[in-house]
Nanobody
Framework: QVQLVESGGGLVQAGDSLTLSCTVS????????TGWFRQAPGKEREFVAA????????IYSDFVRGRFTISRDNAENTVFLQMNSLKPEDTALYFC?????????????????WGQGTQVTVSS
């Protein structure tokens, strides 16, 4: 059993920054990728970013590239999403997900384990 718990969400103003954390626990798990997704009310879940186990490969969606940075600390089993220059359209429930593979993935169906999400609200 693998559990993912997100934290760090909140209410901020446009232009502010937030850092989300995702802590992975449960049975021994290594060599897994971790992704961040988000879902706004009335919209489908969309890919934000993903990082491999070695933290030497990352992919981002076009709408966050240059503003968001994904990173990880394997000693702490934690993955971070640093979000800068936040916009009102970044408002969503942010989820982290994990999959035991070496290949970075953008499709939510490819991920086996999911957290419950943390809300990010950006006011204009």
């Amino acid at each position: 059993q693998v559990q993912l718990v997100e934290s760090g969400g909140g209410l901020v103003q446009a232009g502010d920054s937030l850092t989300l954390s995702c802590t992975v626990s449960g049975r021994a798990l290594n060599n897994y990728i971790t992704g961040w997704f988000r879902q706004a009310p009335g919209k489908e879940r969309e890919f934000v970013a993903a990082i491999n186990w070695e933290a030497d490969a990352m992919i981002y969606s076009d709408f966050v590239r240059g503003r968001f940075t994904i990173s990880r600390d394997n000693a702490e089993n934690t993955v971070f999403l640093q979000m800068n220059s936040l916009k009102p359209e970044d408002t969503a429930l942010y989820f982290c997900a994990a999959d035991r593979t070496i290949y970075l993935r953008r499709e939510s169906r490819e991920y086996d384990w999911w957290g419950q999400g943390t809300q990010v609200t950006v006011s204009s």
